[in-house]
């Protein structure tokens, strides 16, 4: 395989962080080489368990960055979701707008979609795609061997390849970095382990009370009725039904609830009876918008369930040989819409680092049938391989605590959403918060648009957590009388003084209250509001 003036890198894992990585390279020069573990997407049918995603502007600040159009075409396919559209059980809808007004906003797009949206660019900008290449963690070795004599880069790479119902191995070895994107069951991290390179941990939601979480897909039909504009939540404390709209009109809505215990899990719920009685009792207003009873019913039997889970791994890399990237090295439950997002931030991260140090590229060798077939490239010149250590190490410093912080955000929203939406006085809270952003903008962001918008301006995740967890003290200092009040209405009437209440609320208390306790939190972070932007 030929070198450019750059030089080779490899990339495992062909998903939307490899793929966009490999475009992203391929155009700065490199060139790159993905090996994807299934076959190509492309040819593949959606398998009914793809949640939509959510991207915003730390996504798309990545898309952006390698200019020609990207970031307007990958908008192209997707839908503008300007808030949350709350379905209580009572029968009452409350809207939540994301950001201070309908010019901030995420956007819905189909994970299967941009998936095969960006292997298609990159295969067109030159990458090269080994499908159906299964890296093999026991044989892979990113220790010291004949490739990389001791010096920062070098590794082999053995996968297994089936054809016609027949394994067989494959041998590659790359003098050159090894970027590895294969999501949250990351071969490659395994590899890493099993040689001594990371620990980590793989805790999959409710784990913890033995609960655990997992997921369905569920169509909405193109007459749904359903505004397009919003993501829709059916808030039901243990189990919640969410959907986002896809370009044709039609919605993809996803079913989150106890995978194994009690009778409101998956496991419980096996048959078109207890599925029919579940859906009736818990999403009565949701069923004619899926498409009736027995459509409902037969998603639920027949989709295939999904697992949620967080990854925390001890270190991502290994030198300058290999690195993790994305869901591989910090994969999260999906509930602040900000997987692809933060993945998508590792490459705007980690491409900046590479510029900075005008790393150059190796070279790997051919793709064999046998280890002694495969040709062993000359290694890469020690100071450039050093080079990539340190960027390693550099791009592991910046994006470490933010990725935990990120973590732990999604956690907390997936209790927000299951639960508290359904609140009264959290409901109350949300609203206030709206007024305070758009009557202060320059000193208070909602933790929502802080994440979700922000990324420049040191507004980073870490940075988010740590002011929101301020702003909410104040908030609910804030709504403590007048949610007094909201308690104690005992008929289902509280939802129409919920906008009267949230006006009585002081703005300048309200700004006494900021100038105190966030403003110099600020400061003290370095954070500039002003970058906090759609």
């Known amino acids: 395989m030929s070198c450019t003036a750059s030089g080779d890198i490899v990339v495992i894992g062909a998903g939307l962080v490899g793929a ?22 492309r040819q593949i049918p959606s398998l009914g368990r793809s949640i939509n995603l959510s991207i915003t502007s730390r996504g798309l600040r990545a898309c952006d960055s390698i200019g020609g159009g990207l970031k307007e075409e990958i908008l192209s396919l997707a839908v503008p979701v300007v808030g949350r559209v709350l379905h209580q059980q009572d029968g009452s809808v409350q ?21 095969k949206f960006l292997i298609a660019k990159a295969e067109a900008a030159g990458t090269k795609f080994y499908f159906g290449h299964s890296l093999d963690a026991k044989e892979t070795s990113f220790d010291d061997n004949s490739v990389n004599g001791g010096g920062a880069v070098g590794s082999t790479l053995v996968f297994d390849v089936t054809v016609d119902g027949v394994t067989s191995k494959r041998y590659v070895n790359c003098a050159c970095p090894v970027l590895a994107c294969d999501g949250g069951g990351s071969r490659a991290r395994f590899a890493m382990k099993e040689q001594g390179f ?8 409710g784990s913890d009370t033995n609960e655990v979480h997992g997921y369905k897909e569920m169509l909405f ?11 829709h939540i059916w808030p039901r404390n243990s189990h919640m039904l969410m959907a986002l709209a896809n370009l044709d009109g039609s919605m993809t809505g996803t079913l989150y609830m106890n995978t194994n ?17 579940f859906f009736e009792t818990y999403y009565a207003d949701a069923l004619p918008l899926i498409g009736g009873a027995e459509r409902a019913v037969d998603q639920m039997l027949k989709n295939p369930n999904g697992l949620l889970g967080t990854v925390r791994a001890d270190t991502w890399a290994h030198r300058g040989r290999v690195l993790l990237l994305g869901d591989a090295a910090h994969a999260i439950v999906p509930f602040f819409g900000q997987g692809m997002n933060c993945g998508f931030e590792d490459i705007f991260h980690m491409t900046r680092i590479i510029d900075a140090h005008a790393c150059k590229g190796g070279s790997i060798g051919t793709v064999a049938s046998s280890l002694a077939e495969a040709s062993v490239p000359a ?35 997936f209790e927000e959403m299951r639960d508290r939406v359904s609140d009264r006085k959290f409901l109350l809270q949300k609203k206030v918060e709206n007024r305070i952003e758009n009557a202060i903008p320059e000193k208070f962001r909602s933790g929502y648009a802080m994440v979700c918008y922000g990324g420049i301006g040191n507004v980073s995740y870490r940075n988010a957590h740590t002011l929101s967890r301020v702003q909410n003290e104040i908030l609910r200092e804030l709504i403590a009388e007048a949610g007094a009040q909201l308690d104690a209405i005992t008929d ?3 939802p129409s003084v919920l906008d009267t209440l949230a006006e009585s609320i002081s703005m300048d208390a309200a700004e006494k209250l900021v100038d105190a306790r966030v403003v110099p939190l600020q400061r003290e972070l370095g ?6 932007s759609h």
């Open 379 to 413: 290694q890469m010149d020690a100071a450039d391989a050093n080079v990539w250590e340190t960027v390693f190490e550099e791009y592991f410093k910046e994006r470490k605590t933010n990725t935990d912080a990120i973590a732990d955000l999604a956690l907390e929203n």
């Open 492 to 494: 289902d009437s509280w």
């Open 198 to 205: 990371t620990q980590y941990t793989e805790t999959l939601l």
């Open 20 to 41: 966009l990585l490999g475009y992203i390279l391929q155009k700065k020069g490199y060139s790159v080489t993905i090996f994807e573990r299934y076959g190509d997407i």
């Open 527 to 532: 954070v500039d509001l002003s970058t906090v």
């Open 221 to 231: 039909p193109i007459d749904s009725g359903l505004r397009q504009d919003g993501l």
């Open 261 to 277: 215990a009690g009778s409101l899990s998956f496991d419980a719920i096996k048959d078109k009876e207890s599925a029919q009685k």
């Open 95 to 115: 809207f939540q707008r994301y950001g201070k007004d309908d010019s901030e906003c995420n956007y819905s797009i189909s994970r299967y979609e941009l998936n």
